[in-house]
């Protein structure tokens, strides 16, 4: 990414869409709308002191909302370009609100709320599409709960987990217990501010909050003229106290016993080779979740993690020996199986329906956190891009090619390469990539483009 | 050299400038006392704090003091050298002083951002770490940087469809090609095969490209030709190569190695006998002849693959065995088509589809785990299917064996003598298994195809074309630039030992018999370090990094 960000040969066009492509190989006029961040890109050097002092929480997408954002921000750390941006949907300014520190924070003087959208329009001989692929929402499977059941998260999520930088700072924390323990953090707030009222009312009255009431309900108080008139309003807020802290000490009761995620379950194709959703393979799901089960284990050499999958499709370079390695040194095992149903039992464990295939026999398995390893969906916006472009895209959403040209699109001049094109992994795309730089580069070259290479 | 730096080399006058990024470090150490504490250290002449040493504003300030002050060393204390080293020492370029004697000290990631909230320690270590710098940057000298010509001729070794696509995609780029195959003809593996995986002819769709490819006048085809000795670097092969008219040497700029794989001959597995028990090679064959004809045919996958021997999956034998089991139930509907299988690794969009397509002509798909292997014996096989929990037996009349393919038996010989790195398993060895797939370690040469791992006819032609991008974007550049950042070697001090020779992992160094000493090659050298770290003489010394200026830099903790 940096080297890319550094090369003197390329011009990176963040946050900017694609709206119109004229022309033919070899000479085509490129519309696109570069929205506004409300940031200066030539003034921002990325030193985050905006989202330090920003005062609007924003939910973090890139931390899959686990975590929270500022209405300034950068999507993650180390992004290129570094450059900030202003979340129109958020910022108080921009909502019409009074606020505008940050922009009293910058030194730079990068703020700037009248930014307005810019269209530019470039000159290329090529174009490459590279616009990757969505995760596919779990949501749509009910038999898998996810949503309903807090311990069962997609790769994604779990990613973040793994994450140092992340959510949960490289522990696998299980959400239901992050639940409760901000749920903890929420009432210790309230018990707080309560306790500092019943305090006031114990230095002005003399005695403990916990006499005054005993005495109030059994009606033996004999109030002096001061307590007279605070009695009431004293035992209401005592009972406002209690309706808090009663929950509080429960739950950090509750919260004593809890421990990282060391059971872990993977369930392979959540939406791949399913004909309600994407009847293909997604390519790499089963080694990024061999991949996440031996980090978790590194992380914690008591985890031990279950791959639930229907074929295990470890195809690559060195990747059968990464999951036996898997198999002998992380604690993890394979089972050949189709999970039907994900329930959970009173702790919030997920409970895992599927039949054992070697035993032919229906089983049930209790775990802390479930994984679900969800499909490579085409983009969203796969059709937008290719009205725009004028491309086909296959029968799934896809960039449609052909097996002689892998990388040209159905257009002259115009090339794919990714999970644009077929779900595919990461050496694979890198390949890829390279490829349709060639195609591209060959265009440029003679604009008289053969199809035949 | 410029007279100029050569000049200012022999007293130096060192600027500093320490950088605040906003509040990024200035809000967790004293930036102005860091400046001010740079002040007073020796040959400092200059110190500056600024609000951004990277804005357009920090950077005309560095420039103004180097001709303002007649600075001759600078020094940055800022962020980390591996965003920022490049604008910095560019810009001293810039403004007329050698890059050579830019210095950075990085006192965000190693006091702001480590030190959060202890102030005073943070500033502390930063003076410390700017003190260091300042000692080393008296001690730099300017240095120029390595220029090598580039020929723009590329040698592509391997004449199956990686390599073919290869020669293509470079000769469409204007660059001259020697493509060199072993065999009699070009097409590789694919040559034996029947049909591709999308339906087509394997021959015809390889003729087609065969065709255009000799037809190219920048594309010089040599068939039954070896390759025999190579030398040189990136930019300036020297390769000797055999053909039936004899030898000849040729130069190159990149070398392109697209050697394929072959299949294994399944001697001895599931009583192979070439006969009722085939390979899937010899299937294809057959499938090419029309000699096929069978009631009951199975195909067993992973025969001598994901063995404690052969670990590896060979990726692409899944999808020829539906392939052909596809078209023998299209031609044949009676026949029997069944395959044994572990895992069925038809990934991807299209492939998986064929497997659902396959499954519905009334393929039969079962699995079999490789602690109770399928039996074969006298027409008839056996295995224990797991759904039913029963062995099953089946009169079968064929078996095809999917073996996975294995480097061929000259590829180790041909690594050794590119110098280039193979596998556990014999496969050549890429950078970087994620993000350099294409390339090897040592610059200017380029892997695909099966040799690299077994691919499918689309991903080797992927890979081809993928490869010759990366020539392409070595031999576009006019010439060769490389850092200045390499080793010398003393061959006054230099006994030859040969200690260096062992550590170089670029193979940069040589010994030169005559002189008994060892020498650098500046275009192979990467600048590790490693060979100054170990020459007992201390006769090899990287430049930049000298003892002499790191032992400065030592004392000034």
């Known amino acids: ?453 | 050299m410029n007279v100029k730096n050569e000049i200012l080399y022999e007293s130096p006058r060192i600027g500093v400038f320490v950088c605040d990024c906003g509040s990024n470090i200035a809000g967790h150490l004293d930036c102005p006392d860091v400046a001010e504490y740079a002040r007073t250290l020796p040959d400092v002449v200059y110190a500056k704090e600024n609000l951004y040493t990277c804005s357009e504003a920090g950077i005309g300030e560095i420039k103004k003091a180097i001709k303002e002050q007649d600075l001759n060393r600078v020094v940055v204390a800022s962020c980390s050298p591996r965003t920022h080293q490049p604008l910095f020492s560019s810009s001293c370029a810039e403004a007329g002083l050698n890059p050579y004697l830019f210095e950075m000290v990085n006192i965000r990631d190693q006091c702001s951002w480590v030190h959060m909230g202890e102030r005073q320690n943070a500033t502390h270590k930063a003076k410390k770490l700017v003190r260091m710098g300042v000692a080393k940057s008296a001690g730099l000298a300017p240095l120029d940087e390595i220029e090598s010509s580039l020929v723009r001729k590329v040698l592509v070794i391997g004449g199956g469809i990686a390599g073919l696509s290869a020669a293509q995609a470079l000769a469409d780029m204007k660059l001259d090609v020697i493509l060199v195959e072993k065999t009699s003809g070009f097409g590789g593996l694919l040559q034996q095969v029947h049909r591709l995986d999308s339906g087509k002819s394997a021959k015809e769709t390889m003729l087609t490209i065969i065709d255009d490819v000799c037809s190219r006048p920048n594309i010089v085809c040599h068939t039954q030709a070896k390759l025999k000795e190579t030398g040189g670097y990136i930019g300036n092969y020297n390769v000797k190569i055999e053909t039936k008219e004899g030898l000849f040497e040729e130069k190159a700029g990149c070398i392109v190695v697209a050697t394929g794989a072959v299949p294994l001959v399944p001697q001895g597995l599931y009583g192979y006998n070439g006969k009722n028990v085939i390979s899937l090679m010899e299937l294809e064959k057959k499938l090419k002849k029309q000699e096929f004809s069978a009631k009951c045919v199975v195909f067993i996958q992973c025969a001598g693959a994901r063995t404690k021997e052969k670990e590896y999956c060979s990726r692409i034998c899944c999808m020829i065995g539906v392939k052909n089991a596809m078209l023998i139930k299209k031609k044949h509907p009676l026949t029997d088509v069944r395959i044994l299988y572990r895992d069925m690794q038809m990934y991807g969009t299209y492939k998986e589809q064929m497997l659902w397509n396959a499954r519905g002509m009334g393929i039969r798909f079962d699995v079999y785990n490789p602690g109770n292997p399928p039996e074969v014996k006298e027409g008839k096989l056996e295995f224990f299917q797991a759904v039913t929990g029963k062995t099953v037996s089946l009169d079968t009349d064929l078996v095809v064996l999917s073996t996975p393919l294995v480097p061929g038996n000259d590829s180790g010989s041909l690594a050794n003598m590119l110098r280039v790195p193979t596998d556990q398993n014999g496969f050549f060895l890429e950078a970087h298994a994620k993000l350099r797939p294409l390339d090897f370690a040592a610059d200017g040469i380029f892997v695909c195809g099966s040799g690299r791992y077994p691919a499918t006819s689309t991903e080797a032609r992927t890979q081809g074309i993928g490869a010759a991008s990366r020539v392409a974007a070595i031999l576009f550049k006019e010439k060769l630039v490389k850092s200045a950042i390499v080793a010398d070697i003393n061959p006054d001090s230099c006994v030859g030992c040969m200690a260096c020779l062992s550590m170089c992992p670029c193979e940069a160094i040589t010994y030169n018999r005559e002189k008994q000493t060892c020498e650098v090659n500046e275009i192979l050298c990467k600048g590790c370090g490693n060979c100054a770290a170990t020459c007992p003489s201390h006769s090899a010394q990287l430049r930049g990094f000298k003892p002499e200026q790191l032992l400065a830099q030592i004392r000034a903790v």
């Not at chain 1, 609007?56 to 300034?72: F, S």
């Not at chain 1, 900030?84 to 949907?89: G, M």
């Not at chain 1, 009432?187 to 005695?207: A, M, P, T, Y």
């Not at chain 1, 009173?346 to 802390?368: G, M, S």
């Open chain 1, 1 to 453: 990414m940096l080297d890319v960000g550094r090369h003197p040969n390329i011009t990176l066009l963040a946050y900017s869409e694609l709206e119109k492509v004229e022309g033919e190989a070899g000479n085509f006029t490129a519309t696109v709308r570069r929205k506004a961040r409300y940031v200066e890109e030539d003034k921002c050097t990325g030193c985050g002191a905006c989202a330090k002092v920003c005062p609007t929480p924003v939910e973090d997408l890139y931390n899959e909302g686990h975590a929270k954002r500022r209405a300034i921000y950068s999507w993650f750390a180390q992004g290129i370009p570094s450059t900030h941006a202003i979340d129109p949907d958020h910022c108080r300014v921009l909502s019409g609100k009074k606020c505008g520190i940050c922009q009293k924070k910058c030194e730079a003087g990068a703020i700037n709320f009248a930014q307005k959208e810019r269209v530019s329009e470039l000159y290329v001989g090529a174009v490459i599409v590279a616009t990757g692929y969505d995760v596919f929402d779990p949501v749509k499977m009910p038999e898998y709960r996810y949503g309903q059941i807090d311990n069962v998260v997609t790769a994604m999520e779990f990613e973040r987990f793994l994450s140092a930088s992340g959510p949960t700072a490289g522990h696998v924390y299980r959400p239901s217990d992050r639940k409760v323990e901000a749920r903890i953090e929420e009432l210790e707030k309230k018990v707080k501010k309560s306790q500092k009222v019943l305090d006031r009312f114990e230095r002005n009255h003399e005695i403990t909050t916990h006499e005054f009431y005993g005495a109030y309900k059994a009606g033996n108080l004999n109030p002096g003229e001061d307590l007279e008139k605070d009695q009431d309003k004293w035992a209401k807020k005592y009972e406002a106290h209690l309706e808090n802290a009663r929950p509080l000490k429960t739950l950090r009761e509750k919260a004593k016993g809890f421990t990282s995620a060391k059971k872990l379950a993977f369930i392979q194709c959540a939406g791949s080779r399913d004909l309600r959703f994407y009847p293909f393979c997604s390519g790499f799901c089963c080694m990024h979740s061999i991949k996440e089960a031996i980090i978790a284990h590194e992380h914690d050499n008591d985890t031990c993690s279950v791959i639930f999958g229907m074929d295990i499709r470890a195809v690559g370079k060195g990747f059968e020996e990464y999951k036996i390695r898997g198999e002998n040194n992380s604690n993890v095992s394979y089972k050949r199986s189709r999970v039907a149903e994900i329930t959970k039992d009173a702790d919030e464990n997920p409970v895992l329906i599927y039949e054992d295939t070697k035993e032919q026999k229906v089983k049930r398995q209790t775990f802390d956190l479930v994984v679900l390893a969800t499909a490579c969906a085409p983009a969203k916006g796969n059709r937008k891009i290719a009205d725009i472009l004028k491309i086909d895209v296959d029968q799934y959403g896809f960039f449609k090619t052909d097996s002689a040209n892998p990388l040209d699109t159905s257009r002259s001049g115009v090339f794919v390469c990714g999970c644009a094109q077929n779900p595919m992994d990461i050496p694979e795309s890198v390949a890829q990539a390279s490829s349709a730089a060639a195609r591209a580069a060959q265009t440029v070259i003679n604009k008289n483009d053969k199809k035949a290479s």
